[in-house]
T-cell receptor, first 112, second 113 residues
Framework: DGGITQSPKYLFRKEGQNVTLSCEQN?????MYWYRQDPGQGLRLIYY???????QKGDIAEGYSVSREKKESFPLTVTSAQKNPTAFYLC???????????FGPGTRLTVL | QKEVEQDPGPLSVPEGAIVSLNCTYS??????FMWYRQYSRKGPELLMY????GNKEDGRFTAQVDKSSKYISLFIRDSQPSDSATYLC?????????????FGKGTLLTVNP
């Protein structure tokens, strides 16, 4: 089955720690995206990558970092510099033919 | 003014009702329009996709676009408790390196049995 997987589903972190969220897709999509979702705020774009070894900042990139070494993988690191990291994180990839995005199941990060 | 406005609700209806969900937008550069459904603690799933003014039907769902009024709607007929979710409108402008997908904030729908 083609799709996007994210792991872990739930993640707990102590303040001051960096954590990395995994995102893998087998849809053969070139472009991948990371969003953050907070109650009442909708989806906000953190980082995106249109091709391997290239990525750009989104609207709220501060305190986050990414890499894109493989087409299938786009991990997101939430660093200790992110002031309010507790949120629901969503990864997506984009269908080149329709420009629509398909989402993974999400990772809920809680900072203790 | 935000580029995409969506009433957050919440919206509560009885089973079998017709539901109307709406978004307005301010930028005429938006070319493609989508509706996503998001169940609690899950990722959004693409429900409807359209690019022209008019109606597009898929089972109990109808997406309507009025580009002249900058207004899109999603209608759900014979609503079911399983339709209870947050519905997000989304719009695309540009292409290639200028591609931009903008979401509404979502409307929380509850269908009561």
């Amino acid at each position: 089955d083609g799709g996007i997987t994210q792991s872990p589903k739930y993640l707990f972190r102590k303040e001051g720690q960096n954590v990395t969220l995994s995102c893998e897709q087998n849809l053969n999509h070139d472009a991948m995206y990371w969003y953050r979702q907070d109650p009442g705020q909708g989806l906000r774009l953190i980082y995106y990558s249109q091709i391997v070894n290239d990525f750009q900042k989104g609207d709220i990139a501060e305190g986050y970092s990414v890499s894109r070494e493989k087409k299938e993988s786009f991990p997101l690191t939430v660093t200790s510099a992110q002031k309010n990291p507790t949120a629901f994180y969503l990864c997506a990839s984009r269908d080149r033919d329709t420009d629509t995005q398909y989402f993974g199941p999400g990772t809920r990060l809680t900072v203790l | 003014q935000k580029e995409v406005e969506q009433d957050p609700g919440p919206l509560s209806v009885p089973e079998g009702a017709i539901v109307s969900l709406n978004c307005t937008y301010s930028n005429s550069a938006f070319q493609y329009f989508m509706w996503y459904r998001q169940y609690s603690r899950k990722g959004p799933e693409l429900l409807m996709y359209t690019y022209s003014s008019g109606n597009k039907e898929d089972g109990r769902f109808t997406a309507q676009v009025d580009k002249s009024s900058k207004y899109i709607s999603l209608f759900i007929r014979d609503s079911q408790p399983s339709d209870s979710a947050t519905y997000l409108c989304a719009m695309i402008k540009g292409g290639g390196s200028n591609y931009k997908l903008t979401f509404g904030k979502g409307t929380l729908l509850t269908v009561n049995p």
